[in-house]
């Protein structure tokens, strides 16, 4: 193990969020980590662990010791059979996805990126879309937790229950994952199909368009009555592949050159974001190929924003959607980024999202450096009345007295985080924002 004083200052990807650190650890195994954790406890210090910074909330900011998992990662056991694989916390995605693929095997569905860590992402509940898939924390059969105390516990749904229903989504706030063990999927390809579509028929259409495909979800371009629509199928056989200009044109120039082109333009004359994003929408040139899963379900994102994702209701999309479209057209702050709109299905996870029903997830962004706070909070106020989730790594308002009635497991959790740890070695300002101390 390595503890250091160096690099103490920490920045999360889009900028909005920057920490100093006492001290960083760097542990290369489960026991390093509880003996930092009792150390911690035994000074009253605190405890951070650190994913690849790509939250917009503070949940991985610390003034305590922060933990490096670089040297906590790769694949450590897969078994064909079952198609278990125990992984270690601090594998990146991308690294997770290859050694996958190597294997024959595939995790069921991503979201959009794949830097995030396997631990930061089911930390704050990663999602995708898919009508039959739940969050990414959904595919995890065991964990192996470092608790508040220094104890190290593999949980799963028949030992300790209740730290694993606690720790699948944890906020970093009942222990640090350690390792993890995924129910991974055989290999499989998709077929990819994106094309411009009316906002007009997608929503008259959105519950057809949910069921009948494996993965959809669409982008609806402020100020225009256009939207993006991807459909992600299972197929057999990869005979329609990308080659590798198509891939470079859509992935990095159009959807980082071009797209940052214009939110440039927009940040500096502000008036012209209308006519902008008119253009871009009308720029949306349709695509249909077939890939290995994990490439077409994620893509650089080169372009910096800001985001705010709220889970709601399935049946709350409309209401939502007029909401936000009323917001955008009277704010005097101009948009100058698409929305998001996804689906996933209801899981039993205590404070993921989809907690007891199916959700519909409403992705908000601003390019960085533009106003976005009135523009957030506007749209998080409407959400709230809707039964809104706030992502827990994604930016909100929300605090513990207001996120209780929205969980109906908030208390059980709370609960296991007295019992796992009781001195608060895992507390950062945002678990005192979301949980209340
Ligand atoms: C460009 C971009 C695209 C994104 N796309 C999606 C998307 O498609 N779907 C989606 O749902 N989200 C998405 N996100 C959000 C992102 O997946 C989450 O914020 C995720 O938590 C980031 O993972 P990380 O490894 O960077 O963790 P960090 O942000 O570094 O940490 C997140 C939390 O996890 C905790 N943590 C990390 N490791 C451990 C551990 N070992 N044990 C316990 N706690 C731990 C941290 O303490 C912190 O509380 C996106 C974010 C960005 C910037």
Same mark, same amino acid.
């Given at each position: 193990?390595?503890?250091?004083?160096?690099?103490?200052?920490?920045?999360?990807?889009?900028?909005?969020?920057? @920490? =100093?650190?006492?001290?960083?650890?760097?542990?290369?195994?489960?026991?390093?980590? +509880?003996?930092?954790?009792?150390?911690?406890?035994?000074?009253?210090?605190?405890?951070?662990?650190?994913?690849?910074?790509?939250?917009?909330?503070?949940?991985?900011?610390?003034?305590?010791?922060?933990? #490096?998992?670089?040297?906590?990662?790769?694949?450590?056991?897969?078994?064909?059979?079952?198609?278990?694989?125990?992984?270690?916390?601090?594998?990146?995605?991308?690294?997770?996805?290859?050694?996958?693929?190597?294997?024959?095997?595939?995790?069921?569905?991503?979201?959009?990126?794949?830097?995030?860590?396997? @631990?930061? +992402?089911?930390?704050?509940?990663?999602?995708? *879309?898919?009508?039959?898939?739940?969050?990414?924390?959904?595919?995890?059969?065991?964990?192996?937790? $470092?608790?508040?105390?220094?104890?190290?516990?593999?949980?799963?749904?028949?030992?300790?229950?209740?730290?694993?229903?606690?720790?699948?989504?944890?906020?970093?706030?009942?222990? =640090?994952?350690?390792?993890?063990?995924?129910?991974?999927?055989?290999?499989?390809?998709?077929?990819? #199909?994106?094309?411009? *579509?009316?906002?007009?028929? $997608?929503?008259?259409?959105?519950?057809?368009?949910?069921?009948?495909?494996?993965?959809?979800?669409?982008?609806?371009?402020?100020?225009?009555?256009?939207?993006?629509?991807?459909?992600?199928?299972?197929? @057999?056989?990869?005979?329609?592949?990308?080659?590798?200009?198509?891939?470079?044109?859509?992935?990095?120039?159009?959807?980082?050159?071009?797209?940052?082109?214009?939110? &440039?333009?927009?940040?500096?004359?502000?008036?012209?974001?209308?006519?902008?994003?008119?253009?871009? +929408?009308?720029?949306?040139?349709?695509?249909?190929?077939?890939?290995?899963?994990?490439?077409?379900?994620?893509?650089?994102?080169?372009?910096?924003?800001?985001?705010?994702?709220?889970?709601?209701?399935?049946?709350?999309?409309?209401?939502? !959607?007029?909401?936000?479209?009323?917001?955008?057209?009277?704010?005097?702050?101009?948009?100058?980024?698409?929305?998001?709109?996804?689906?996933?299905?209801?899981?039993?996870?205590?404070?993921?999202?989809?907690?007891? &029903?199916?959700?519909?997830?409403?992705?908000?962004?601003?390019?960085?450096?533009?106003?976005?706070?009135?523009?957030?909070?506007?749209?998080? @106020?409407?959400?709230?009345?809707?039964?809104?989730?706030?992502?827990?790594?994604?930016?909100?308002?929300?605090?513990?007295?207001?996120?209780?009635?929205?969980?109906? &497991? !908030?208390?059980? !959790?709370?609960?296991?985080?007295?019992?796992?740890?009781?001195?608060? =070695?895992?507390?950062?300002?945002?678990?005192?924002?979301?949980?209340?101390?």
């Amino acid at each position: 193990m390595t503890t250091a004083t160096v690099n103490l200052t920490w920045r999360n990807w889009a900028g909005n969020q920057t @920490s =100093v650190a006492a001290a960083v650890a760097r542990p290369t195994s489960t026991d390093e980590v +509880a003996e930092i954790v009792r150390a911690a406890r035994a000074t009253g210090g605190t405890i951070k662990p650190a994913g690849s910074g790509h939250s917009f909330t503070a949940a991985a900011a610390t003034t305590g010791t922060r933990l #490096d998992l670089s040297g906590l990662a790769g694949i450590v056991d897969a078994d064909p059979a079952s198609k278990l694989v125990r992984v270690r916390a601090g594998t990146p995605l991308h690294v997770l996805n290859s050694e996958l693929a190597r294997r024959g095997l595939a995790m069921p569905n991503l979201g959009d990126i794949a830097v995030q860590t396997i @631990s930061g +992402a089911l930390a704050t509940g990663t999602h995708g *879309t898919g009508r039959a898939y739940g969050c990414l924390s959904t595919f995890v059969a065991e964990l192996e937790v $470092v608790t508040g105390t220094g104890e190290v516990v593999r949980c799963s749904p028949s030992v300790e229950p209740d730290l694993f229903a606690a720790a699948l989504v944890g906020v970093g706030a009942v222990g =640090v994952v350690t390792e993890v063990t995924l129910r991974t999927t055989d290999a499989f390809i998709l077929h990819a #199909d994106e094309r411009a *579509t009316p906002l007009a028929d $997608v929503l008259a259409s959105i519950d057809e368009r949910v069921a009948t495909n494996d993965h959809f979800e669409f982008y609806w371009f402020p100020y225009t009555e256009r939207t993006l629509i991807k459909a992600n199928n299972r197929v @057999s056989v990869d005979d329609r592949p990308r080659n590798r200009f198509s891939a470079w044109f859509n992935e990095d120039l159009m959807e980082n050159t071009a797209l940052g082109t214009v939110v &440039r333009l927009a940040r500096a004359v502000p008036a012209w974001t209308p006519t902008l994003m008119r253009t871009t +929408a009308r720029l949306v040139s349709p695509r249909n190929y077939t890939e290995r899963s994990d490439l077409v379900f994620t893509s650089p994102r080169r372009v910096r924003f800001v985001e705010m994702e709220y889970g709601l209701p399935r049946e709350a999309l409309s209401e939502a !959607f007029a909401a936000l479209r009323k917001i955008i057209d009277t704010l005097p702050d101009r948009i100058a980024f698409p929305v998001e709109v996804r689906f996933t299905a209801a899981d039993d996870i205590w404070l993921s999202h989809g907690y007891g &029903r199916d959700n519909v997830y409403i992705a908000i962004h601003q390019f960085v450096g533009m106003p976005y706070e009135r523009y957030f909070r506007a749209f998080e @106020s409407a959400c709230a009345a809707l039964g809104g989730r706030p992502h827990w790594g994604k930016m909100h308002w929300r605090t513990a007295a207001d996120l209780r009635p929205a969980y109906p &497991r !908030f208390d059980d !959790f709370l609960a296991v985080r007295d019992r796992v740890d009781p001195d608060r =070695v895992f507390a950062n300002d945002y678990t005192r924002q979301v949980f209340g101390d």
